[in-house]
């Protein structure tokens, strides 16, 4: 279903053009950057989307993502944020950590937020998540961004960058 821009699959569809609600079941669609699936997703108005078992990730592999966000409750609001209660980090398959709630930005444009791993098999290191972190959008003239990796063969990096710019005048990183 297409909706102006916005583009909803699933498995099933209900659609009440007077009120303008929907139900998709086994539900899938792209937010600015990357996907997010439900169980249920359910259109409450046209800026608010609740999810049930919902999946949110940026990953490539739209069939089997690296890894994901999985939360039995998110609440979606297009080109903002997505709130979502008991979240848990899944990496490769496997519960990595979970959190009582978390917020995250769904908007193009700087704004704060979880920086995307990558993962790999080093020869001398061996498996490894690289470059999980968080950026933090000061202000519109400072940002901060810390990452991490970590080898299972006991390397464990730490990466902090923190930038400023003068708009007109210079940069600095």
Known sequence: MYQGNDKYEGARLSYNF???????SMGFSEA??????????????????????GIYTTSTDREDPEYYFLSPKMKVIPNDKVIAQS????????????????????RSGRSSGLIPPTFGDDGTYGKYISRLGYFWAINDYTDL??????????RTDIYGQFRYALKYNFSET
């Open 145 to 154: 961004g810390l990452t991490g990796s970590y080898f299972t063969k006991g």
């Open 32 to 53: 600015e950057v990357g996907y997010y699936f439900g169980d249920k997703i359910k259109k409450v108005t046209s800026e608010v989307l609740f999810i049930k078992n």
């Open 87 to 106: 979240v848990f980090l899944y990496i490769e398959g496997f519960l990595f950590s979970g959190f009582l709630s978390e917020f995250f930005p769904n």
């Open 18 to 24: 007077k009120s303008q609600q929907g139900n998709v």
